[in-house]
């Protein structure tokens, strides 16, 4: 079965950076359009960052643009996020998502929390 396995979450004073992973597996991840998203408690979940199946094209939540940076191994079968800069309301679940045609499936979720 499909599988989305997210780690690298955590507690990070504002300022900091974290990098997020997602592991994949049962799926062929190269087809797979990825991304990321994030929910804070109280709000909708919101698109974090995308990427296309071979890397070559990205696409940015403007809260998160010049701070995140997204990027894939499809050696890995591994999608990550780096977070730079982090800010206090960057705290939620960050959770993965692939997707490809009408399949779509999602990771258990991450906490990142970033607090002094």
């Known amino acids: 079965q499909v599988q989305l396995v997210e780690s690298g979450g955590g ?4 300022g900091g950076s974290l990098r997020l992973s997602c592991a994949a597996s049962g799926l062929t991840f190269s087809s797979y359009y990825m991304s990321w998203y994030r929910q804070a408690p109280g ?3 919101e698109l974090v960052a995308g990427i296309t199946y071979l890397g070559q094209s990205t696409h940015y939540g403007d809260s998160v643009k010049g701070r995140f940076t997204i990027a894939r191994d499809n050696i890995k079968n591994t999608v990550y996020l780096e977070m730079n800069s982090l800010k206090p309301e960057d705290t939620a679940v960050y959770y993965c998502k692939a997707h490809w045609g009408s399949a779509t499936y999602w990771g258990q979720g991450t906490q990142v929390t970033v607090s002094s």
């Open 11 to 14: 507690l990070v004073q504002p």
């Open 43 to 45: 709000k909708e979940r």
